[in-house]
T-cell receptor
Framework: ETGVTQTPRHLVMGMTNKKSLKCEQHLGHNAMYWYKQSAKKPLELMFVYNFKEQTENNSVPSRFSPECPNSSHLFLHLHTLQPEDSALYLC???????????????FGEGSRLTVL | DQQVKQNSPSLSVQEGRISILNCDYTNSMFDYFLWYKKYPAEGPTFLISISSIKDKNEDGRFTVFLNKSAKHLSLHIVPSQPGDSAVYFCAASRLFGNEKLTFGTGTRLTIIP
């Protein structure tokens, strides 16, 4: 139990579907992240939110839309995805995304997404 | 262009022996390095870190070595235990700059009983 909970754990969707991934952290952290893990590739940072404000969008296609209503919750809205978007999507949190940060992230268990 | 490279996708080590996982980086601005461990169906968990002002950091059975001139770090696990079987990710960042972590592709370690 890392204090970061992701739902759903598994999701299968068609290319025309709209779905959302949810992340909740119980650690009192101020920064939250979405990462994508594809087979044989490094973990790819997608989005960073610091104190509910998006501070980084790592050139992610607009079919991925993040939402951070508060420092404890992060969503990733999915729309008209492609089969190559199939991957493990990991949410993480940290104390804050700023100077002096140690770099330690606390990850959720991930949401395994399959796009048909 | 991968700035953090783990060139060995997998490694098998006998239980009780030393496991050595390697990581190379290309960005000389990186000054903070971390290792994460990931079991199947779980997210990565932080294992150990090292700042560029040090060349060694030890935590129990785990030791990370940093060779700045070679832009190389390694994780030593001794003695290796079956529970150490997992995927290990190396990551790097700039502690007082953009703290975004850059990850390697991971090395799958299998400890043979």
């Amino acid at each position: 139990e890392t204090g970061v909970t992701q739902t759903p754990r598994h999701l299968v969707m068609g290319m025309t579907n709209k779905k959302s991934l949810k992340c909740e952290q119980h650690l009192g952290h101020n920064a939250m992240y979405w990462y994508k893990q594809s087979a044989k590739k490094p973990l790819e940072l997608m989005f960073v939110y610091n104190f509910k404000e998006q501070t980084e969008n790592n050139s992610v296609p607009s079919r991925f839309s993040p939402e951070c209503p508060n420092s404890s919750h992060l969503f990733l809205h999915l729309h008209t995805l492609q089969p190559e978007d199939s991957a493990l999507y990991l949410c993480a949190s940290s104390q804050e995304a700023g100077t002096g940060y140690t770099g330690e992230l606390f990850f959720g268990e991930g949401s395994r997404l399959t796009v048909l | 262009d991968q700035q953090v490279k783990q060139n060995s996708p997998s490694l098998s080590v006998q239980e009780g022996r030393i496991s050595i996982l390697n990581c190379d980086y290309t960005n000389s601005m990186f000054d903070y390095f971390l290792w994460y461990k990931k079991y199947p169906a779980e997210g990565p968990t932080f294992l150990i870190s090292i700042s560029s002002i040090k060349d060694k950091n030890e935590d129990g059975r785990f030791t990370v070595f940093l060779n700045k001139s070679a832009k190389h770090l390694s994780l030593h696990i001794v003695p290796s235990q079956p529970g150490d079987s997992a995927v290990y990710f190396c990551a790097a960042s700039r502690l007082f700059g953009n703290e975004k972590l850059t990850f390697g592709t991971g090395t799958r370690l299998t400890i043979i009983p």
